[in-house]
C-alpha cells in the first residue's frame, strides 16, 4: 500500500509562490507517475500536472507557465512549485502516484489559499 502525505499549502498573497511536496511511503525509483490534481471549493476536481518516472512532464493547458512539477527519486518525493499565485488558484491540491499497473493512490491534500 503506498501512502502519500503533502506539505507545503499555506495562506499567501497574490504574486507569491508556494512549493508543495507530496513524500510517498515507497520506492518510487524509476517507475510510476506522479501527478498533481486540485480542488477548488464548489469545482470539480482538476488535473494541473504530471511526471513520469522517466521525467517526462506533462501540464494541464491553463497551468502553463506558473506551475512547475518534480520529483526526487531518491528521496520518494515529488513537488510542485507555483509562481505568481492569482485568487483563483484557492483549492486543495491533492498528490497522486499511479503505479506500473495504472493502480492510484491518493495523499490527502493540502490547502493553498490566496488572499490579500
Known amino acids: 500500500q503506498v501512502q502519500l502525505v503533502e506539505s507545503g499549502g499555506g495562506l499567501v498573497q497574490p504574486g507569491g509562490s508556494l512549493r508543495l511536496s507530496c513524500a510517498a511511503s515507497v520506492s518510487i525509483f524509476s517507475s510510476g507517475t506522479m501527478a498533481w490534481y486540485r480542488q477548488a471549493p464548489g469545482k470539480e476536481r482538476e488535473f494541473v500536472a504530471q511526471i513520469a518516472g522517466t521525467g517526462t512532464t506533462i501540464y494541464a493547458d491553463s497551468m502553463k507557465g506558473r506551475f512547475t512539477i518534480s520529483r526526487d527519486n531518491a528521496k520518494n518525493a515529488a513537488y510542485l512549485q507555483i509562481d505568481s499565485l492569482k485568487f483563483e488558484d484557492t483549492a486543495v491540491y491533492y498528490c497522486?502516484?499511479?503505479?506500473?499497473?495504472?493502480?492510484?493512490?491518493w495523499g490527502q491534500g493540502t490547502q493553498v489559499t490566496v488572499s490579500s
Open positions: 497522486l502516484y499511479r503505479d506500473l499497473s495504472s493502480r492510484e493512490y
